[in-house]
T-cell receptor
Framework: DAKTTQPNSMESNEEEPVHLPCNHSTISGTDYIHWYRQLPSQGPEYVIHGLTSNVNNRMASLAIAEDRKSSTLILHRATLRDAAVYYCILRGIYNTDKLIFGTGTRLQVFP | NAGVTQTPKFRVLKTGQSMTLLCAQDMNHEYMYWYRQDPGMGLRLIHYSVGEGTTAKGEVPDGYNVSRLKKQNFLLGLESAAPSQTSVYFC?????????????FGPGTRLTVT
């Protein structure tokens, strides 16, 4: 599985937009880009995924670079509840087992 | 609809003791997974199952056994616990194992082996 690189930590103020970057320069054509987040003392939860086009859902937006070597998770208005570790994960379309979690980006949100 | 539940939430074992962690899901998912998470680390896959009666090894299977006798349950066993197995254990499930598939996680079991 291809590797992803994320900053260790980021900070934001409440109600401001947050852009969480992820580099995946060795991504293959059949790899989907997934984002999960883990709130303190909880299991991870799915946020969003995409292949080539930008994606939006009720939680966030995913912007994918044209060459697919990087992507950005966008939280449009951060809340205190968004403080979590965010994981960017590549998953092949025919992958039948694990999600490979790196160490993720710890997002702190200040009131 | 409870999603994915795990039993117990906390457990302390002495070295050499055995225990079983239970994972249950009510979403009729085919795939189930056991992960462990050590402090400051991401999750690592221990074992997984692609359907009732099947199991397969993940990244860190040594010291663990699993069983999937019923579709909704996935059991993780530690036959002889070691301090290195002190960790938080997460169970997850999904419809299938394909790249687009979302995994649903349980709340975790915090295990300490002394």
């Amino acid at each position: 599985d291809a590797k992803t690189t994320q900053p260790n930590s980021m900070e934001s103020n409440e109600e401001e937009p947050v852009h969480l970057p992820c580099n995946h320069s060795t991504i293959s054509g059949t790899d989907y880009i997934h984002w999960y987040r883990q709130l303190p003392s909880q299991g991870p939860e799915y946020v969003i995924h995409g292949l080539t086009s930008n994606v939006n859902n009720r939680m966030a937006s995913l912007a994918i670079a044209e060459d697919r070597k990087s992507s950005t998770l966008i939280l449009h208005r951060a809340t205190l509840r968004d403080a979590a570790v965010y994981y960017c994960i590549l998953r092949g379309i025919y992958n039948t087992d694990k999600l490979i979690f790196g160490t993720g980006t710890r997002l702190q949100v200040f009131p | 609809n409870a999603g994915v539940t795990q039993t117990p939430k906390f457990r302390v074992l002495k070295t050499g003791q055995s225990m079983t962690l239970l994972c249950a899901q009510d979403m009729n998912h085919e795939y189930m997974y056991w992960y462990r998470q050590d402090p400051g680390m991401g999750l690592r896959l221990i074992h997984y199952s692609v359907g009732e009666g099947t199991t397969a090894k993940g990244e860190v299977p040594d010291g663990y056994n699993v069983s999937r006798l019923k579709k909704q349950n996935f059991l993780l066993g530690l036959e002889s616990a070691a301090p290195s197995q002190t960790s938080v254990y997460f169970c997850a499930s999904s419809w299938a194992g394909e790249g687009v598939d979302e995994q649903y996680f349980g709340p975790g079991t915090r295990l300490t082996v002394t």
